[in-house]
């Protein structure tokens, strides 16, 4: 019944002690609002939070268009250059593998507990980012589906 809580607290100790306040704020958010929501905030926080963090992503990764940044002259590298067709390929390979671990992830708890695990592991203590958790598990979606 205190797991949950207890491994919170253990990713936040974890988080805390290499500066990593993302990851500790998450867990420390998840701990309260279990403690002292409603049982369907969770469900709700879990069927909304992905689309919600992707649409924060998404600003961010269209900031340098919105400021200005992006020029024609680095449209004409982007489809002219090995490296902007290879940036190309590389962002088409990973949103695919990406969406076949969002597909994934709910029907396999013990993919998701890998991934999770592994993911925390390289956030914690590799510089990593939580994004790796969907590639992961379409990597695992790709195995599986052969």
Same mark, same amino acid.
């Given at each position: 019944?205190?797991?949950?809580?207890?491994?919170?607290?253990?990713?936040?100790?974890?988080?805390?002690?290499?500066?990593?306040?993302?990851?500790?704020?998450?867990?420390?958010?998840? &701990?309260?609002?279990?403690?002292?929501?409603?049982?369907?905030?969770?469900?709700?926080?879990?069927?909304?939070?992905?689309?919600?963090?992707?649409?924060?992503?998404?600003?961010?990764?269209?900031?340098?268009? &919105?400021?200005?940044?992006?020029?024609?002259?680095?449209?004409?590298?982007?489809?002219?250059?090995?490296?902007?067709?290879?940036?190309?390929?590389?962002?088409?390979?990973?949103?695919?593998?990406?969406?076949?671990?969002?597909?994934?992830?709910? &029907?396999?708890?013990?993919?998701?507990?890998?991934?999770?695990?592994?993911?925390?592991?390289?956030?914690?203590?590799?510089?990593?980012?939580?994004?790796?958790?969907?590639?992961?598990?379409?990597?695992?979606?790709?195995?599986?589906?052969?």
């Amino acid at each position: 019944m205190y797991l949950p809580y207890y491994v919170l607290f253990i990713i936040v100790l974890l988080a805390l002690f290499i500066k990593d306040f993302v990851v500790a704020g998450a867990a420390c958010s998840l &701990a309260l609002i279990m403690a002292l929501g409603p049982k369907s905030s969770l469900s709700y926080i879990q069927q909304y939070s992905f689309s919600v963090g992707i649409f924060f992503l998404m600003l961010f990764l269209l900031m340098p268009i &919105a400021t200005g940044k992006v020029t024609s002259e680095s449209v004409m590298k982007l489809v002219t250059s090995p490296v902007g067709i290879g940036s190309i390929l590389a962002g088409f390979l990973v949103s695919y593998i990406g969406g076949r671990g969002v597909g994934i992830l709910p &029907a396999n708890p013990t993919i998701l507990l890998g991934v999770l695990f592994g993911t925390l592991v390289a956030v914690l203590f590799m510089k990593g980012l939580p994004a790796g958790l969907i590639i992961a598990a379409g990597v695992m979606a790709l195995f599986l589906s052969k």
